[in-house]
């Protein structure tokens, strides 16, 4: 199973970004998909997640409200779509498999980096 990230750049403070991640395999639409995200000097965090079959998703506070993580199990494609950007979302995003932990695949990542 391989994940492959991408979409991130450089974008404006209350701007908007769409991540995508593509997975190989067979089974993508058997398990539930995530992101995380890692700034300079700080650990690695949890941005959302999304059940196999769409139905639950879960955020973490710092971006409800502005963040959706749509998926299209047709192509096996996770997204993260992401709305009123700050300058604290700047990080390397990461896409994972995985409802809740463990989380068994990663990514790589793909930096977003939000200008003030």
């Known amino acids: 199973v391989q994940l492959q990230a991408s979409g991130g750049g450089l974008v404006q403070a209350g701007g908007s970004l769409t991540l995508s991640c593509a997975t190989s395999?067979?089974?993508?639409?058997?398990?539930?998909v995530g992101w995380f995200r890692q700034s300079p000097g700080k650990e690695r965090e949890f941005v959302a997640a999304i059940t196999y079959d769409g139905r639950r998703t879960y955020y973490a506070d710092s971006v409800k409200g502005r963040f959706t993580i749509p998926r299209d199990n047709a192509k096996n494609t996770l997204y993260l779509q992401m709305n009123s950007l700050k300058p604290e979302d700047t990080a390397l995003y990461y896409c994972?498999?995985?409802?809740?932990?463990?989380?068994?695949?990663w990514g790589q990542g793909t930096q977003v980096t939000v200008s003030s």
């Open positions: 395999g067979r089974t993508y639409s058997n398990y539930g």
């Open positions: 994972v498999r995985g409802w809740t932990s463990p989380y068994d695949y």
